[in-house]
C-alpha cells in the first residue's frame, strides 16, 4: 500500500511552502511535490517587497490592504535577516496627467474638479493616511513630506520635482522567504520533494492517490493545489476536476541597471497611463525597476521581459530620473506571472490581487489555491488550512504569527549587531561578505563558517565571496540541486559571476550528487 499522508501539496511556491509549514506545525503530516526548484518560477520573480499595496486602495480593495499592512510588522519580527523596513519616496508631479479610470477617481471626479485622469495631491494624502492606519503600525515610522530642493532625495530627479510624500513598506529576499518556509517544514517532519512532477491525482474511495514522475505513488487524505501560474492545469490534466474557475495569467517584468542614487530609499513613480513603477536599491550596487502589468499567454516558464517592456521601464523611470535610463545600461532582466483570479476585469492592472480558495469536497477534499501575494501569504495559508479544518478535527490551531523563520531569532534593529558579531569573529570576513551572510542566513552564518580562521579554510571559493561549506549548506539544508538555484534563488550572485564560474559550480554540484 502506498504510504499515506495527510496532506499532499503540489507546487513549491510561497504558497505551497507556506501551507505545509502551516499545516505540519499543527500536527498533521504534509508531503509537497514541486516540478523544479523551489521558487523557480513566480515566488522568485516579484518586486521584492512586503508591501500593503498603496495602489489597490484605488480599486476599493480595502480587506486586502489591511491584511496586508497588517503582516507586514508579523514578518518582520519573524525574519529581520531576509526582510527589513523601506522608505519610499513618492514624487508629486506638477505637469503629467494620469490615465486613472478607478472606483476611486470617478467618484472623486464628480465632487471635484481637477485634470481629467489625475490623481490629485489630495487624493494621494488621503490615500497615505489611510495607509498609515489600517495596519496598526508599532514598528514603521508613518508618512511625511519631503522638499526635495533640499533632501538629498531630490538630486537624482528631475528639476521640476519639487515635493514628495515619503511613506512605508518593507523588503523581502522573495525566494528565500520559500526556502525557508520549506526548510522549517522539512525539519519539523515535512517531506519536501522537488525536481518531480505530479503526474496523476485521482480519487480513490476516501483518499486521494498521486502519482509522480519518477514513479512513485502515495495517498493523502486531502490534495492541495498550490500551483500558482499551474493551477488550473493541476484542476483539469492532474486531478481532473470540472471546475470552471480559472487564473488570469498576468506578466510582471523588471530590469536591474548600475544604482542610479545612493541612498537606501526606494521611489515610487506614476506613470501617464496609470500605472506605477518602483526604482529600488538592489544587491548593493544596483537599481532595481519594475514591474509591468501585461497579460500573458503561453507558458509561464517562457515569461520573459520583452525589448518592449525593457524600453518601457527605462522611458518610465526617465520620466523622473534627471539621467536619463536606457536599455543599454541593463545588467539583467526577469519576469514573473502571476496567476491572478479571472474576476472578469477589464485589464491586467484592475485584476483582483485577492485570493481566492475553492474547496471541492466531492470525495476526498481537494483545496485550489488561486492568486496570493507575498506579503500574505501567511494569512492565507491561515485561512487554508481553517478550509480543511472540518477534515482534520485533531488538528491544533494557528501558530506561525511571529515565530522565527531558521535564522531569523534575533531582534528587528540588530542586523548591524550580528554582521559586527560575525567580523570579529572571522576577521577575514570584509564588510560586504559579512553583510551578505547575515542577510542571508542570519544567526546560521557562523554554523556555515565553523570553525575557520582563515578564507583558505573554507575549501574552494567558486568566486563572488561564494566558498564549498555555503554551496555544501545549501546543498544539504535547502534543496539546492544546479546552480542556477543557488546563484539567482538562494542568493542573486549571478550579478557578480561570470559564466565560467558559474559552469564550474555547476559542474561540482553535479559531480557531488553523483557521489552521494
Known sequence: MPETTDLFIIGGGINGCGIARDAIGRGLSVRLAEMGDLAQATSSKSTKLFHGGLRYLEYLEIRLVREALREREVLLTAMPHISWPMRFVLPL?????????????????RVMPWRKGQRPNLMIRAGLALYDTLGGRKILPATSSLDLRNAPEGKPLQPRLTKAYEYSDCWVDDSRLVVLNARDAAERGADIITGTRVTEAAREGKLWRIALQDGRVFHARALVNAGGPWVGKVIHDVAHLPSRESVRLVRGSHIVVPKLYDHEKAYFFQGADGRIIFAIPYEGDFTLIGTTDRDHQGSP???????????????????????????????????????????GAKSATAATREYVLSLDTKGAPCLNVFGGKITTYRKLAEHALEKLAPHFPRAGGAWTAGIALPGGNFPVNAVDQQIAGLTRDYPFLDSAWARRLVRAYG???????????????????????????EVRWLMAREFARRAD????????????????????????????????
Open 485 to 516: 538555484d543557488v546563484v539567482w534563488r538562494r542568493s542573486k550572485l549571478g550579478l557578480r559571476m561570470d559564466a565560467d564560474q558559474i559552469a564550474a559550480l555547476d559542474e561540482w554540484m553535479i559531480e557531488k550528487r553523483a557521489a552521494a
Open 443 to 469: 544567526t546560521e552564518a557562523r554554523a556555515i563558517l565553523g570553525d575557520a580562521k582563515t578564507a583558505e579554510d573554507l575549501g574552494r571559493d567558486f568566486g563572488a565571496t561564494l566558498t564549498e561549506p
Open 301 to 343: 516558464l517562457e515569461a520573459e521581459c520583452t525589448p518592449e517592456e525593457q524600453q518601457y521601464l527605462c522611458d518610465f523611470a526617465s520620466e523622473y530620473f534627471r539621467k536619463p535610463v536606457t536599455p543599454e545600461q541593463i545588467v539583467w532582466t526577469y519576469s514573473g506571472v502571476r496567476p491572478l483570479y479571472d474576476d
Open 93 to 109: 508631479d506638477p505637469q503629467m496627467t494620469f490615465e486613472s479610470d478607478t472606483p476611486v477617481s470617478r467618484v472623486l471626479s
